[in-house]
C-alpha cells in the first residue's frame, strides 16, 4: 500500500446557510481545497461524497453529482458515502483507499450538508428515524438527543457524572469556537446558561446539543510520488484509519456508558499509526451532544473509562492541558452539518497539524505533530477514526 | 426556514406500507395483550425484537415464546422536544429495560412521576393498542 497524504483542505461558513443551495456550498470548500493543493479539478481522478439529507433535508437526491459538476469535477470516478454522521469521514476513508490502494493518484474527500431547509420538528423526525425506524421510532418517537439523552442517564448513574460536567463540555467549545470565524455558535457561554437552558431530551438541555448546521469540507488526498512532483511543502501523512459498526437496535448495545464502535475503531487505528494515544499532540471528538465527548475521552483512551468527567474538570483537554480537545469548536459550537463534519474534522487536524489556524490562541502547542479525529455516525452504530502526521 | 430567496419545493406525501408478514404473531400477540420474542431452534438464541432469521447461525427455523413481564430499568430519558409526527403527543418517557430472558427491550415508560424513575427500578411490559390504534408495548407500575 502507499503512504496518502492531505495536501489541500478547504472549508465553507459553517451556519445557517440559506444563502446558497447544496452544490454551491460544496463549491465554497472545493475551491480553497484545490487552491491550497495547486491543483486544478482534472488533476482529481476520483471523489468521494459525504452527504446525509439527500432528498430529505434538502431537495437533491444526488448530492455527488450536482457537486462535481458545480465543482467542475464530471468525468472523475464519483460515489456517495452514508454513514450518518460519519459520513464525511467514510468519504475521507474512501478517497483514502483510492490513493492508497494505487487506483488514483489525486483523490478528493467532499463533504456537504444541507440542513435548515426545513423546519425542526420535521428536521429531528428524519434525524431520529435514523436509528431503527421500525423498532424505535415507529411507536416511541426517539429523537437524536434523546438517544444521547439515555447514555447521559446511564454514566450519571454509574460513574456520578453530574449536569454541571456536562455543561462544562459546552462552555469549553463554545469559548474555542469564539475564536474560530467559521463557527456556527460563536457565543462564549457559562455554565448556568447550560443548566437553565430547556430541557430537549433529559438531562441534556439546549446548550447541551449540537446546532443543526449547514456547512461543507473538501480535502484533496496524494501519493507520495505526486507529493514530491508537485512540491507540497506541508504535506499532512494520512498514518492510521479505523473503522467499526454498532447495532441498529439501542436495545441490544453491550451497555449504555460507552459506545463500542469508537473502542474497536480507535484500536485499529492506534494500531496502523502504530501510536499511543498519549503521544497525540490535539484531537477532535464526536460531541454531538456534550455527554459524547465525556463517552469519547473514555473510548478511544484519552483517560480511563468512567474518568471522562476528571479528565473535563482539571482542565485537561483545554489548550495547556494534557490533551487539547475540540478546539475548534467542536460539533457544539463550530456546528454539525452532518454529512460533512468528518472532512471538516480533518479540514481542522490538517490546519493545526501546519499551524496555521488562522486565530494563534487556538493552535495546540505541536510535540509529536499526531492528531486524531474520531467521527461517530448515529448512535453509535458507526464510528470512523483517523490519525494524521505531519 | 429561509428568511433568504427561495422556491419552494415541490409537495409529496410520503406514507410506507412495511411488510411485517413474517413477524405477524408479534404484531398480532400485542393485540391480545401478549409480548412475544423469537427464538432460534438451532443455537437457542432469543430475538427482541423478534427476528425470522438468526444473525448468529444464519438458520432460519424460529420458534415464538412469550416473553416474561418483568423488567428492571437500565436507562430512561424524558423527551420535550418532540418531532413533527409526536407532536400531538404530551412529552413522553423512553426507556431500556432488561428482561430475564436476558433481552432488552426499549419502549415508553408510564405511571411514574418523572422524579420516581431511577436506574435500577422494576417495572412491569405490557401490551396494548395505542390511541392511535397502533399495536405496541409499554413499561409500567408493578401492581
Ligand atoms: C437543539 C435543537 C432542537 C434546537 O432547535 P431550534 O429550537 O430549532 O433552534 P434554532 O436554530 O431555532 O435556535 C433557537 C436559538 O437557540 C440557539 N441555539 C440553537 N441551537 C443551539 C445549540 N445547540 N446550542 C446553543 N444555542 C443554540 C440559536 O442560536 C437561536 O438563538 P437566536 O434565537 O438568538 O438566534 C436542534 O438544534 C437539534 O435538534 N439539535 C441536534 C441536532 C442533531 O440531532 N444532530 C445529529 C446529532 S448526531
Ligand atoms: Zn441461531
Known amino acids: 500500500m502507499r503512504k496518502v497524504a492531505i495536501i489541500g483542505v478547504g472549508s465553507s461558513k459553517i451556519g445557517v446557510r440559506n444563502d446558497v443551495n447544496v452544490a454551491e456550498l460544496a463549491f465554497e470548500a472545493f475551491k480553497p481545497s484545490v487552491d491550497d493543493a495547486k491543483i486544478a479539478p482534472k488533476d482529481i481522478e476520483f471523489v468521494a461524497v459525504g452527504s446525509t439529507g439527500a432528498g430529505a433535508w434538502y431537495e437533491e437526491l444526488l448530492p455527488a453529482v450536482v457537486s462535481a459538476e458545480y465543482c467542475g469535477l464530471t468525468g472523475a470516478g464519483l460515489v456517495r458515502c452514508e454513514a450518518a454522521c460519519a459520513s464525511g469521514s467514510a468519504a475521507f476513508s474512501t478517497a483514502y483507499w483510492a490513493v492508497a490502494s494505487g487506483q488514483a493518484d489525486i483523490a478528493a474527500a467532499l463533504g456537504v450538508e444541507k440542513m435548515r431547509e426545513i423546519d425542526t420538528p420535521t428536521m429531528m423526525e428524519w434525524i431520529g428515524r435514523a436509528g431503527y425506524y421500525l423498532w424505535e421510532f415507529h411507536n416511541f418517537g426517539l429523537t437524536f438527543p434523546a438517544y444521547y439523552a439515555l447514555y447521559a442517564t446511564a454514566h450519571m448513574a454509574k460513574y456520578g457524572t453530574t449536569e454541571e460536567d456536562l455543561a462544562l463540555v459546552a462552555v469549553k467549545n463554545h469559548k474555542y469556537a469564539s475564536m474560530n470565524p467559521i463557527a456556527h455558535l460563536q457565543n462564549r457561554i457559562t455554565v448556568d446558561d447550560v443548566l437553565s437552558s430547556m430541557v430537549i431530551a433529559s438531562p441534556l438541555k439546549l446548550f447541551d446539543c449540537c446546532p443543526t448546521s449547514d456547512g461543507a469540507a473538501s480535502i484533496i488526498l496524494a501519493s507520495e510520488e505526486k507529493v514530491k512532483e508537485l512540491n507540497i511543502d506541508a504535506p499532512v501523512w494520512v498514518a492510521g484509519v479505523g473503522y467499526a459498526s454498532g447495532t441498529a437496535n439501542m436495545s441490544k448495545r453491550l451497555d449504555y456508558v460507552g459506545l463500542e464502535a469508537s473502542v474497536l475503531a480507535s484500536q485499529k487505528a492506534y494500531k496502523m499509526a502504530n501510536v499511543t494515544p498519549d503521544l497525540l499532540d490535539v484531537a477532535v471528538v464526536h460531541d454531538c451532544f456534550t455527554i459524547a465527548e465525556i463517552l469519547a475521552y473514555e473510548d478511544i483512551g484519552l483517560c480511563k473509562k468512567g474518568e471522562g468527567a476528571k479528565l473535563l474538570r482539571e482542565g485537561q483537554t483545554e489548550i495547556g492541558g494534557k490533551i487539547p480537545v475540540n478546539i475548534d469548536g467542536g460539533l457544539k459550537a463550530k456546528g454539525h452539518p452532518i454529512g460533512a463534519t468528518g472532512c471538516s474534522m480533518i479540514y481542522e487536524l490538517a490546519k493545526q497539524l501546519r499551524e496555521e489556524t488562522v486565530e494563534k490562541s487556538r493552535q495546540a502547542p505541536m510535540k509529536n505533530y499526531i492528531a486524531l479525529a474520531h467521527n461517530v455516525g448515529g448512535t453509535g452504530h458507526y464510528c470512523y477514526v483517523t490519525i494524521l502526521r505531519r | ?143
Open chain 2, 1 to 143: 426556514m429561509a428568511a433568504m430567496p427561495s422556491i419552494k419545493s415541490r409537495e409529496m406525501k410520503i406514507v410506507q406500507d412495511i411488510p411485517i408478514s413474517k413477524t405477524l404473531q408479534f404484531w398480532e400477540g400485542l393485540k391480545q395483550g401478549k409480548v412475544l420474542a423469537t427464538k432460534c431452534k438451532k443455537c437457542e438464541t432469543v430475538y427482541f425484537p423478534p427476528a425470522a432469521d438468526c444473525p448468529k447461525c444464519l438458520a432460519s427455523d424460529m420458534e415464538w415464546i412469550e416473553l416474561s413481564n418483568e423488567a428492571t430499568i437500565e436507562t430512561f430519558t424524558h423527551v420535550v422536544i418532540r418531532p413533527t409526527t409526536f407532536q400531538q403527543n404530551k412529552p413522553y418517557t423512553v426507556a431500556i429495560g432488561r428482561l430475564k430472558e436476558g433481552v432488552r427491550v426499549l419502549a415508553w415508560l408510564t405511571g411514574f412521576k418523572l422524579s420516581e424513575v431511577k436506574v435500577g427500578m422494576k417495572v412491569k411490559l405490557v401490551a396494548k393498542v395505542s390511541s392511535e390504534g397502533n399495536p405496541t408495548y409499554e413499561f409500567t407500575r408493578p401492581e
